[in-house]
């Protein structure tokens, strides 16, 4: 459902969420590592999350990228992916079609439409800090 970078960016939030819960800034590379993401892919993500004040990044020796435990409870996991795949996830067909709608609906178009909402639902209603609660006591990971 999310493009590969969305999926990445996703899980670089959660991580440094959960990182800074710790008290700990985090490196591009630490990042790339535990979510199992290439580097440079990595950079171009963040560099989105940060520009978009969903991450902040510190400069110099003992920089990194953190998150503050406010923004974790007030930012929901909406406006991560908005800020890298935009508003598509709620509005694509089912099957890839190019034109699906009520009119002319795609043989999965009307069961689609309930999934996108649910999806919309469970994003605008899930904050990052939940996102960590599974992390932080081992029944949820990042990368087997």
Known sequence: MFSKACEYGLRA?????MQSL???RVSLKEIADKI??????TAKILQLLSKNNIVESVK???GGFEISRTQ???LKL?????????DTIYAGCGLGLKECNADKPCPVHS???????DLREML???????????LEVGLTFLKR
């Open 13 to 17: 939030a959660t991580y440094i969420a």
């Open 22 to 24: 710790d008290g700990r």
């Open 36 to 41: 199992d993401s290439p580097i440079a892919f």
């Open 60 to 62: 110099g020796a003992y």
């Open 72 to 74: 974790m409870d007030k």
């Open 78 to 86: 909406s406006a991560i992916v908005d800020a890298i795949d935009g």
């Open 111 to 117: 069961k689609f439409v309930d999934i996108r909402n």
């Open 124 to 134: 605008e209603n899930t904050s990052l800090y939940e996102m960590t609660a599974g």
